[in-house]
């Protein structure tokens, strides 16, 4: 056997968007915690990081919907640590809205940011990746929604079906270029993007539908986040891994 598979980010200069709050922030503190160079990519400021972890945690201000941010964070991110090779794409928005009464402008900052915003971030990687003959891995924040909406989720529900479509697409096209694209797909999970809906009744109706009894801790992604951002996962790509504790298996 030859190869590394084995499921360590040691030494890996690592991109997160929306790394200052809720998932990104886990897997911030994660990856960090497991060796890795991380960099948060946030429009708000991140918590100071533990004192062991400072020297391997960058926070950078950007907007992921503007074209000069996100240059200036991959050039502030390689200055600091390197080619970027691992790419989190997480920085996402949400919106409780009936069909009927959802505005233009309220899709279209959805489409900008959960989409454009997450295509774009994974172009500048794998432009750059490409330039230095580096390969690597990118993972894009899907949902369960993407195939089980709920009522007053189309938009919410329409940016992560595209994202799904996006990861099996930007897959394919870069594969010859060793960079792996897949998503991860987290069910309900609490979090500041979602406390509309977990601060009613729906939260106590969420547990208890899923065949865990339980909604997401932080902590359940931590396998899925560090095997794709590992080498061990090296001959996937293509593919959204579904973390909800089976509430999806419920139709």
């Known amino acids: 056997m030859t190869g590394d598979s084995s499921i360590s980010v040691a030494g890996k200069t690592i991109a997160v968007t929306g790394g200052s709050s809720g ?20 429009r708000t400021p991140a918590p100071a990081p533990e004192t062991e972890l400072q020297s391997s945690i960058m926070n950078i201000i950007a907007d992921v919907t503007i074209a000069a941010d996100i240059e200036r964070a991959f050039d502030e991110a390689e200055r600091r640590f390197g080619t970027v090779t691992v790419v989190f794409n997480n920085a996402g928005v949400a919106a409780v809205e009936r069909a009927l009464t959802m505005t233009r402008e309220q899709l279209r900052q959805i489409l900008e940011v959960n989409v454009e915003g997450a295509f774009f971030i994974a172009q500048e990687a794998a432009k750059r990746m490409i330039a230095k003959g ?118």
């Open 23 to 42: 998932l990104g922030l886990r897997m911030v503190q994660v990856l960090a915690a497991h060796g890795a160079n991380v960099v948060s990519i946030s």
């Open 134 to 251: 580096a390969g690597g891995s990118i993972i894009n924040l899907s949902s369960i929604l993407a195939d089980a909406p709920i009522k007053g989720s189309a938009a919410y529900a329409m940016s992560k079906a595209a994202v799904s479509q996006m990861t099996r697409s930007l897959a394919l096209e870069w594969a010859c270029h060793g960079i792996r694209v897949n998503a991860i797909a987290p069910g309900w999970f609490p979090t500041r993007l979602n406390e509309t809906i977990m601060d009613g009744p729906a939260k106590g109706f969420l547990k208890g539908k899923n065949p865990m009894r339980r909604l997401g801790e932080p902590e359940d992604i931590d396998g899925a986040v560090l095997m794709l951002a590992s080498d061990a996962s090296s001959y996937i790509t293509g593919t959204v891994i579904t973390i909800d504790g089976g509430h999806s298996l419920q139709g």
